[in-house]
């Protein structure tokens, strides 16, 4: 009995030691590992990257900006569900554990002893806040040493966070796959959802994805992606977190995902989007655009942005296609499966409703086509093989630019089309605008191309801006970058630099040849109308601008010196600086569709400065508005306290005034002329009150229109990237004028016809349209109502800017005076 004693005394004191000695390598052990530990009090500070969202100005999304796309929640904005299914896949004790789970971790030593040495990855048992000090504060190392540290420093997080704060730390940071990080994100990459939408079976999906999203993958590996969401299923039913019919309908859900592009989400408002990046990034950087969280709300208006690049694109397409059918895009080889050949050619995603085809054979009255398979989420082209049919009504247009049959109206389908084409095509349209069904329409990407852009002249908001054909084809912006020469669209400033100066639209210039010495060793200038050899001898300025005579403009721009001009030019923005040669009195320098938009908002508000914009107001990911490009005082506006009788609110206007509203008014109605009886009267169709100015440059490289209602400023400019002549008559008043009409017919639709406003102390005085003199009350002769500034009249007669005597005094020439004998000489005018 003693010396049994005595050995359990052993036994007891060899126990002890043992503990002691396992306690202070335990202890040994937590101080080794806890000297390196990361700081996990930055978790209390911490702002995980965010990705950047553009809206549109009626706030649907335009566009998102990201290097890891994540939207932040808190957790008081994410439903239970969700939460559920993340703590039945990942952690079900996670609201009783102290940060480690104890039986878990059991099981996984036990499996990792049964597993050793047959190189299968262990599997973890970490709870949801070792995966937060793993994924915040150390790496993704496979090993004890990350795993004693991944343990201490999750103790040491329950400790100090919430249980709350741990999880919402988790469920925004957790990477999902397919470039979503966070519940939210993923919410919409993946079902285009918020997070308050999701069924049960799109929770338990997500739910499933933090250990392997690749492997999860809802396309390439989707029975396995769905086996593990049902298991999700189970464990939700097993908590007693969802009944079983809920359970039954979860499982028998298919997993179709909507995967949500990651470019602009606004059809057609590519270009617009991406203006508005480069401006942010301009603005703060790349790591405050990809990283920051900002929301940006932009100045599109969707609504008319559609109707921007509908007009744009039809008269690029028109013009393109009066030219001539220049050829298939490609050619492949049709034997086999045709969609996967067709499927690899490059074809453009933002020309809808154009589709890609691929002519598989051909008669004399049509052709069978095979449309452009589209592609799985994994990459696969899917298997569907849809098809149609081009008859002769689809092809008329498509004149052969070369061959035997150059320029015919085609009469069978093999002079256009033959088997291996690849074409784009788009519904063929009854007369009256239905689709044929089954019958489409060859269609060639137009290879000349434009800009439009369209403002709010009151405060330089850019509510639309198309530019070029397809933002995928190219991505130049040539509303922005592209500078080139306006024309005849100039001319309105050089006008308003004159009515700042004494003259009025009834004051006459003559319009006779001209000729410029240039200095020596450059030689004589001859500038002529664009009608070569026709002159309208005494002409008034009104009328010299609705017929857009080039040479009164150039003795206009004599009479008041180029300097001025070029102070206007610059005032206005159109170029920084102008150089004092006459030929830029015509438009001869560059500058962009933006810039003259703006110019001619300038005109249309009266004369107030603005400063074109794309983008209203920007906030910080803490709601905190860092740029608001309204920059009026409202004095009354902050009314805290209620409604208590206090006069309504005021805002106060400090923009610069950069032209007399009166003359700004006059340029306006004599641009209304222009619209009415001059080169842009294709416009009057809109039926609406517009003003407007064509332009086209020497050799028709360039054609412009700027016009506007009292409420939009339309800018559209036509050329080739490289630019060369359009052809015959290839004018502003025919290329560009025709869609700023369609634009204008779309976006003026429902609204009213408001006549433009007349500024105080303009005089109305009746004219003669042709002479610009007094009309006498009830004489009964043609007449218009001229804006007069106060001081100023009609003229009784003609004193004609551009002719003189000898002696350099200003002659008076009768309107019937023979115009074929008034030239200009090298000495003077005469």
Same mark, same amino acid.
């Given at each position: 009995?003693?010396?049994?004693?005595?050995?359990?005394?052993?036994?007891?004191?060899?126990?002890?030691?043992?503990?002691?000695?396992?306690?202070?390598?335990?202890?040994?052990?937590?101080?080794?590992?806890?000297?390196?530990?990361?700081?996990?009090?930055?978790?209390?500070?911490?702002?995980?990257?965010?990705?950047?969202?553009?809206?549109?100005?009626?706030?649907? #999304?335009?566009?998102?900006?990201?290097?890891?796309?994540?939207?932040?929640?808190?957790?008081?904005?994410?439903?239970?569900?969700?939460?559920?299914?993340?703590?039945?896949?990942?952690?079900?004790?996670?609201?009783?554990?102290? $940060?480690?789970?104890?039986?878990?971790?059991?099981?996984?030593?036990?499996?990792?002893?049964?597993?050793?040495?047959?190189?299968?990855?262990?599997?973890?048992?970490?709870?949801?806040?070792?995966?937060?000090?793993?994924?915040?504060?150390?790496?993704?190392?496979?090993?004890?040493?990350?795993?004693?540290?991944?343990?201490?420093?999750?103790?040491?997080?329950?400790?100090?966070?919430?249980?709350?704060?741990?999880?919402?730390?988790?469920?925004?940071?957790?990477?999902?796959?397919?470039?979503?990080?966070?519940?939210?994100?993923?919410?919409?990459?993946?079902?285009?959802?918020?997070?308050?939408?999701?069924?049960?079976?799109?929770?338990?999906?997500?739910?499933?994805?933090?250990?392997?999203?690749?492997?999860?993958?809802?396309?390439?590996?989707?029975?396995?992606?769905?086996?593990?969401?049902?298991?999700?299923?189970?464990?939700? #039913?097993?908590?007693?977190?969802?009944?079983?019919?809920?359970?039954?309908?979860?499982?028998?859900?298919?997993?179709?995902?909507?995967?949500?592009?990651?470019?602009?989400?606004?059809?057609?408002?590519?270009?617009?989007?991406?203006?508005?990046?480069?401006?942010?990034?301009?603005?703060?950087?790349?790591?405050?655009?990809?990283?920051?969280?900002?929301?940006?709300?932009?100045?599109?208006?969707?609504?008319?942005?559609?109707?921007?690049?509908?007009?744009?694109?039809?008269?690029?397409?028109?013009?393109?296609?009066?030219?001539?059918?220049?050829?298939?895009?490609?050619?492949?080889?049709?034997?086999?499966?045709?969609?996967?050949?067709?499927?690899?050619?490059?074809?453009?995603?933002?020309?809808?409703?154009?589709?890609?085809?691929?002519?598989?054979?051909?008669?004399?009255?049509?052709?069978?086509?095979?449309?452009?398979?589209?592609?799985?989420? $994994?990459?696969?082209?899917?298997?569907?093989?849809?098809?149609?049919?081009?008859?002769?009504?689809?092809?008329?247009?498509?004149?052969?630019?070369?061959?035997?049959?150059?320029?015919?109206?085609?009469?069978?389908?093999?002079?256009?089309?033959?088997?291996?084409?690849?074409?784009?095509?788009?519904?063929?349209?009854?007369?009256? $605008?239905?689709?044929?069904?089954?019958?489409?329409?060859?269609?060639?990407?137009?290879?000349?191309?434009?800009?439009?852009?369209?403002?709010?002249?009151?405060?330089?908001?850019?509510?639309?801006?198309?530019?070029?054909?397809?933002?995928?084809?190219?991505?130049?912006?040539?509303?922005?970058?592209?500078?080139?020469?306006?024309?005849?669209?100039?001319?309105?400033?050089?006008?308003?630099?004159?009515?700042?100066?004494?003259?009025?639209?009834?004051?006459?210039?003559?319009?006779?040849?001209?000729?410029?010495?240039?200095?020596?060793?450059?030689?004589?200038?001859?500038?002529?109308?664009?009608?070569?050899?026709?002159?309208?001898?005494?002409?008034?300025?009104?009328?010299?601008?609705?017929?857009?005579?080039?040479?009164?403009?150039?003795?206009?721009?004599?009479?008041?010196?180029?300097?001025?001009?070029?102070?206007?030019?610059?005032?206005?923005?159109?170029?920084?600086?102008?150089?004092?040669?006459?030929?830029?009195?015509?438009?001869?320098?560059?500058?962009?569709?933006?810039?003259?938009?703006?110019?001619?908002?300038?005109?249309?508000?009266?004369?107030?400065?603005?400063?074109?914009?794309?983008?209203?107001?920007?906030?910080?990911?803490?709601?905190?508005?860092?740029?608001?490009?309204?920059?009026?005082?409202?004095?009354?506006?902050?009314?805290?306290?209620?409604?208590?009788?206090?006069?309504?609110?005021?805002?106060?206007?400090?923009?610069?005034?950069?032209?007399?509203?009166?003359?700004?008014?006059?340029?306006?109605?004599?641009?209304?002329?222009?619209?009415?009886?001059?080169?842009?009267?294709?416009?009057?169709?809109?039926?609406?009150?517009?003003?407007?100015?064509?332009?086209?440059?020497?050799?028709?490289?360039?054609?412009?229109?700027?016009?506007?209602?009292?409420?939009?400023?339309?800018?559209?400019?036509?050329?080739?990237?490289?630019?060369?002549?359009?052809?015959?008559?290839?004018?502003?008043?025919?290329?560009?004028?025709?869609?700023?009409?369609?634009?204008?017919?779309?976006?003026?639709?429902?609204?009213?016809?408001?006549?433009?406003?007349?500024?105080? $102390?303009?005089? #109305?005085?009746?004219?003669?349209?042709?002479?610009?003199?007094?009309?006498?009350?009830?004489?009964?002769?043609?007449?218009?109502?001229?804006?007069?500034?106060?001081?100023?009249?009609?003229?009784?007669?003609?004193?004609?800017?551009?002719?003189?005597?000898?002696?350099?005094?200003?002659?008076?020439?009768?309107?019937?005076?023979?115009?074929?004998?008034?030239?200009?000489?090298?000495?003077?005018?005469?």
């Amino acid at each position: 009995m003693r010396l049994l004693l005595r050995f359990m005394g052993f036994l007891f004191a060899a126990g002890t030691i043992v503990f002691l000695v396992g306690v202070a390598a335990l202890a040994g052990m937590i101080w080794h590992y806890s000297k390196d530990l990361p700081d996990y009090s930055q978790l209390q500070d911490y702002e995980p990257p965010v990705m950047t969202r553009v809206d549109a100005a009626d706030g649907s #999304l335009q566009a998102e900006y990201s290097k890891e796309r994540r939207l932040y929640l808190p957790i008081q904005a994410i439903p239970k569900p969700v939460i559920n299914a993340f703590l039945a896949a990942e952690d079900k004790n996670f609201y009783e554990h102290g $940060g480690i789970d104890f039986s878990g971790l059991a099981r996984a030593m036990v499996l990792y002893i049964q597993n050793y040495g047959s190189n299968r990855r262990p599997q973890g048992a970490s709870t949801i806040t070792q995966q937060v000090a793993k994924n915040f504060l150390l790496t993704n190392e496979v090993s004890f040493t990350r795993k004693i540290k991944e343990a201490l420093l999750a103790m040491r997080i329950e400790r100090a966070y919430s249980k709350d704060k741990i999880l919402e730390l988790y469920l925004n940071e957790i990477f999902l796959g397919l470039g979503a990080y966070g519940v939210a994100a993923a919410s919409l990459v993946y079902f285009d959802k918020s997070v308050n939408e999701l069924t049960v079976a799109e929770a338990a999906y997500l739910a499933s994805l933090p250990k392997a999203p690749s492997a999860l993958h809802p396309v390439r590996n989707h029975d396995r992606a769905v086996e593990r969401r049902n298991y999700v299923i189970d464990r939700l #039913l097993e908590n007693g977190w969802i009944k079983q019919a809920e359970a039954d309908k979860a499982r028998k859900d298919p997993l179709i995902v909507a995967n949500r592009a990651n470019a602009a989400h606004i059809v057609a408002g590519e270009y617009f989007a991406e203006e508005v990046r480069r401006d942010v990034f301009e603005r703060y950087g790349e790591k405050k655009l990809y990283e920051g969280g900002l929301s940006v709300r932009t100045t599109l208006n969707p609504k008319l942005q559609v109707a921007a690049r509908k007009a744009l694109a039809d008269g690029l397409v028109n013009y393109d296609e009066a030219q001539g059918w220049r050829g298939a895009q490609a050619k492949v080889d049709i034997g086999g499966d045709w969609g996967v050949k067709l499927a690899d050619v490059k074809s453009l995603s933002d020309i809808a409703p154009w589709r890609m085809a691929v002519v598989l054979e051909t008669s004399d009255q049509s052709a069978r086509i095979g449309f452009q398979p589209g592609r799985e989420l $994994g990459g696969a082209v899917q298997k569907e093989r849809q098809t149609g049919l081009i008859t002769l009504d689809g092809v008329k247009w498509a004149r052969p630019t070369a061959g035997p049959t150059r320029g015919k109206v085609p009469t069978a389908i093999p002079q256009v089309l033959s088997p291996g084409d690849v074409i784009y095509v788009d519904p063929l349209l009854a007369k009256d $605008g239905s689709k044929v069904e089954g019958q489409y329409r060859l269609r060639q990407l137009p290879e000349v191309s434009g800009a439009l852009v369209a403002m709010d002249p009151q405060t330089g908001r850019v509510v639309a801006m198309v530019g070029g054909f397809s933002f995928d084809q190219s991505q130049f912006n040539r509303a922005t970058q592209a500078y080139r020469q306006p024309g005849s669209s100039f001319k309105p400033l050089v006008y308003s630099a004159a009515m700042d100066n004494g003259y009025t639209p009834s004051t006459v210039v003559i319009d006779a040849p001209i000729e410029i010495d240039q200095g020596a060793g450059i030689g004589i200038w001859r500038p002529e109308n664009y009608s070569t050899g026709k002159y309208y001898g005494p002409t008034t300025l009104r009328n010299a601008l609705t017929r857009s005579l080039n040479t009164v403009t150039v003795r206009l721009a004599q009479d008041i010196g180029m300097p001025l001009i070029g102070e206007y030019a610059k005032r206005f923005g159109v170029y920084d600086e102008l150089p004092n040669y006459l030929s830029y009195a015509l438009g001869a320098g560059e500058t962009t569709v933006m810039r003259m938009v703006t110019a001619y908002s300038m005109f249309d508000n009266g004369g107030k400065r603005i400063k074109p914009t794309l983008i209203d107001r920007i906030q910080d990911r803490y709601g905190h508005t860092i740029f608001r490009h309204d920059q009026r005082e409202c004095r009354g506006c902050d009314a805290q306290e209620g409604w208590k009788n206090q006069p309504e609110p005021t805002l106060i206007d400090r923009r610069e005034q950069v032209l007399d509203p009166m003359t700004a008014y006059q340029i306006t109605s004599m641009m209304e002329g222009v619209v009415q009886y001059g080169t842009a009267t294709v416009v009057k169709e809109v039926g609406k009150p517009i003003a407007g100015k064509t332009g086209t440059t020497n050799d028709e490289k360039d054609a412009w229109f700027i016009g506007f209602s009292p409420d939009v400023v339309v800018g559209v400019y036509i050329g080739f990237d490289k630019p060369r002549h359009l052809g015959h008559n290839a004018t502003g008043g025919h290329l560009a004028a025709p869609v700023a009409r369609d634009f204008f017919k779309m976006a003026l639709v429902d609204k009213p016809a408001i006549p433009f406003r007349v500024p105080a $102390g303009i005089k #109305l005085i009746r004219v003669d349209p042709k002479t610009g003199t007094r009309v006498a009350p009830g004489s009964g002769g043609p007449s218009i109502l001229e804006a007069f500034k106060p001081g100023t009249a009609p003229p009784d007669n003609y004193s004609v800017i551009g002719v003189a005597d000898a002696d350099g005094r200003s002659l008076t020439v009768s309107p019937d005076a023979d115009r074929a004998v008034i030239r200009s000489g090298t000495g003077g005018l005469y």
